[in-house]
């Protein structure tokens, strides 16, 4: 049942999601767009401009990264475990903030995020998220061609 969910859902999961990741390039054209995109809660200082658009064009490869896995199934594993460790860090640092008066801002990116975490996360449990490659090569413990 895993495997046919992430079979039927995996190519649009993975053009939905990647766009959505992918709209923080905003950031790198033109940071005037962050405070709004974060509710006004998040503020940026001059000197963290250049490290912020440096994350929106980063976070921005991730999302087309994940775009072109959808038609190259052999980007797929590789495209959601960069995409679900970079997520799930932004979950980890938005949990131990909570307690800050800007968190909140963060909430969309956050629910994004998780669902590609936990999607990831069901992936990686199907056939889908374990490369033939895995499997044992003939002859690969003795050393011997094959």
């Known amino acids: 049942m895993l495997d046919a969910f992430i079979g039927r859902t ?13 709209v923080t390039v905003v ?16 503020d940026y200082t001059p000197s963290s401009v250049p490290a912020l658009r440096h994350w929106g064009i980063m976070v921005f490869g991730i999302g087309m990264l994940m775009v072109a896995a959808a038609f190259r199934p052999w980007l797929r594993f590789e495209a959601l475990l960069f995409a679900a460790l970079e997520k799930a860090f932004l979950l ?48 690969a413990a003795t050393g011997k061609p094959h």
């Open 10 to 22: 995996v190519t649009p999961f993975l053009v939905i999601f990647g766009l959505l990741t992918g």
């Open 27 to 42: 950031f790198a054209l033109d940071i005037d767009l962050f405070r709004p995109m974060f509710r006004d809660l998040v």
């Open 92 to 139: 980890y640092l938005f949990v131990r903030d909570l307690g800050e008066p800007w968190a909140m801002g963060y909430v969309g990116p956050v629910a994004i995020d998780a669902i590609v975490v936990l999607y990831s996360i069901l992936y990686f449990l199907s056939r889908h998220g374990r490369p033939q490659r895995w499997a044992p090569v003939a002859g």
